[in-house]
């Protein structure tokens, strides 16, 4: 490793930081395996033992929305039991500090909420898995007595209110995205000086197209993540590095 005051590309990242007027910070599963939980498309991760059910599967399919829940289930406990780490501090910190307006996030654990960014600031592109809700009327329903009911005689949830299919609060693949987040995480991300990609491989579109309108809006754009990505192209800065120890570093130097 090298020395604090002898690393070039920390220090660009510092200056970008302590520079911006109006950041965002954009993150993907890449942030949240320091806390345990595993990304889609790292070596071992989720897509290596599972392929995705899509949302027309889950909806015509009895099959299908038995594997689901008893999938979300296995996995429950794993992001229920789930810590913020270094790398959810520091993007924390940014807000606090007022560096960063929004985080926008592909995640659907809730780990930038734990760390402490009010609920205001996130932007949940892919949902919440924390709660589920009617496909048909979006009433909410608590997850633990549908937790409870599946685990106990393998019944799938109803909605009390309708009848219709319950579903965890999160997008999956074949579902349309949610129109006011979106519209939203497009007009920050049009706004922006700095935009920040954290642990993502930026093959999801349309979140991965963000990046793109914070570039041409004339964003600096800097890419965090292990493994090259697609838009490290058009990228104005590229660390590939371990996000935990990196955000913790360059937020640390970087006071206004
Ligand atoms: P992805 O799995 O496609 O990519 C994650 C990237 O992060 C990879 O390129 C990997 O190299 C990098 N990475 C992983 N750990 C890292 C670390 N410690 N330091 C540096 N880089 C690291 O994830 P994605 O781009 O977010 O897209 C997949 C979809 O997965 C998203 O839609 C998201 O909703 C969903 N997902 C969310 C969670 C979660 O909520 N924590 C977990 C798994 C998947």
Known sequence: MQNESTDPS?????????????????????????????????PGGIWERTRPIDFHEFVESEDA??????????GHEAITAAQPNRGHEAVAELVRRGTARVVITQNIDGLHQKAGVPDEHVIELHGNTTYAACLTCGAHHALEPIREAFLAGGALPVCRACGGIVKTATISFGQTMPVEAMGRAQDESQACDLFLCVGSSLVVFPAAGLPVIAKRGGARLVIVNRESTDLDAIADQVLNREIGETLARAVAGAEP
Request: aromatic letters at 12%.
């Open 10 to 42: 920390l220090e660009e990242l510092r200056q970008a930081l302590a520079t911006a007027r109006r950041a965002v910070v954009f993150t993907g599963a890449g942030i949240s395996t320091e806390s345990g939980i595993p990304d889609f498309r790292s």
């Open 65 to 74: 929305r038995r594997e689901y829940w008893s999938r979300k289930f296995e």
